[in-house]
């Protein structure tokens, strides 16, 4: 979700520069306006009104920040920021023919590492832009070879009217399908959501406007154009488009994509979540039809998580799906995790999870981004444990 938070807390409000010596009050709001943005972006929900990032907390910020001209001008004259995450997880998991311990990176959240900026053109408006390359915190290696920036490369401009932008970028699907239709964030082997359903996560060559939230809804719509390399011709390589509401507690999500060419792939996802004090629950549909391998299902989860304290969340969930490339062919799983920030950046995860495949289903558990260990067999059974260590900065 560290995406979709950046929308919603302005990257101009962020500033890394930092002057050896004294700090004045004016480099003090900076750096507190610096942490509290880092916050909201370690947090898996999407917005910085959380339990752990509260509104009061957010106005003191404020304060503290205009109450010093200074820091409000270094601020309007843009910024330049390095940020990262690192994520490694121990995942043993027997897919039908035994136990199978591996090392993985990035089944909770991506790992990576980016720039993110903004350039103040007047009139409340910034150039903004976002550099981002996925690796591996197991090798080292690059997430896709010979591509410096695989998750995102794109430039835009952002003001109170929304944001537009142009490149390589989040698909506006992954935006609410990675952190707010189930309680596992759709990450770890625990996200039925996302081991039983197919999405595009990424969308070159185009074209992206996201509206600022009013009266409590929010939209985003995306035009990516086809690639020469496809050799297709030219045109619209697939369009994207989310609704989102938001009163209170309550949140509701749709979102729907079409791509064309090779692996085409149409998927419509939405839900409702809601919070009832420490517990907050998750329901959620999803179809599909395409993509390669192909994939054609449709199905939905429940899940809930609740706080056991200000640092300690426990969930569960249960997802279903009905697989319509084999015949009477679907899949159920059942999942708990339990997650330990140990500090503001650092967070610790436990997931388990079975995943019961009938007939010659053959789904298996996975991450964000890994991939799952094939079944032994058609309808084969799979379950797993995975402990993780998640750092960001």
Known sequence: MEDHTLRHAPASLVTTCQTPGTLSPARIAIGFWHALARTCISARISTCTSTRVGPALISAATLLLYSHPAAAAEINAGFVSLYGVL???????????????????????????????????????????????GFSSVDGSLQV???????????????PWGEVRGGRQYSPIYIPFKGDLDAFGAGTIASGLNNLSK?????????????????????????????????????????????????????????????????????????????????????????????????????????????????????????HVRDYTTPGGSADQFSAAFEYDVSRTLQLYFSAAYLANHDDSSFTLRGVNVTGLPVAYPGAPVAGVQFGVLERF
Not at 109 to 121: K, N, V
Not at 145 to 159: D, E, L, M, V, Y
Not at 205 to 212: G, K
Not at 256 to 268: C, P, S, Y
């Open 87 to 133: 994520d490694t997880s121990l995942e043993i998991t027997d897919p039908g023919s035994g136990w199978t311990p591996r090392l993985d990176s990035g089944a909770f959240r991506g790992s990576r590492f980016g720039l993110h900026g903004a350039e103040p053109i007047g009139g409340g408006t910034a150039i903004v832009f976002t550099l981002e390359n």
């Open 145 to 159: 070879p010979g591509s410096i920036f695989n998750r995102q490369a794109w430039i835009g401009a952002s003001g």
């Open 199 to 319: 999405i595009t996560p990424y969308a070159s060559n185009a074209v992206a406007y996201l509206s600022p939230r009013v009266a409590g809804f929010s939209a985003t719509v995306m035009l990516a154009t086809r690639d020469p390399s496809e050799e297709d011709g030219n045109g619209i390589d697939g369009y994207y488009v989310t609704a989102s509401y938001r009163l209170d507690e309550l949140h509701l999500l749709y979102a729907r994509q079409q791509t064309h060419g090779a692996g085409a792939l149409r998927a419509n996802l939405g839900g409702a979540s809601y919070g009832f004090g420490k517990l907050r629950v998750w329901l959620s549909f999803f179809n599909g039809d395409g993509g390669a391998p192909v994939y054609h299902g449709a199905g939905g989860s429940l899940s809930a998580q609740y706080s056991v304290s200000a640092n300690a969340r426990a969930s569960l969930g249960y997802a």
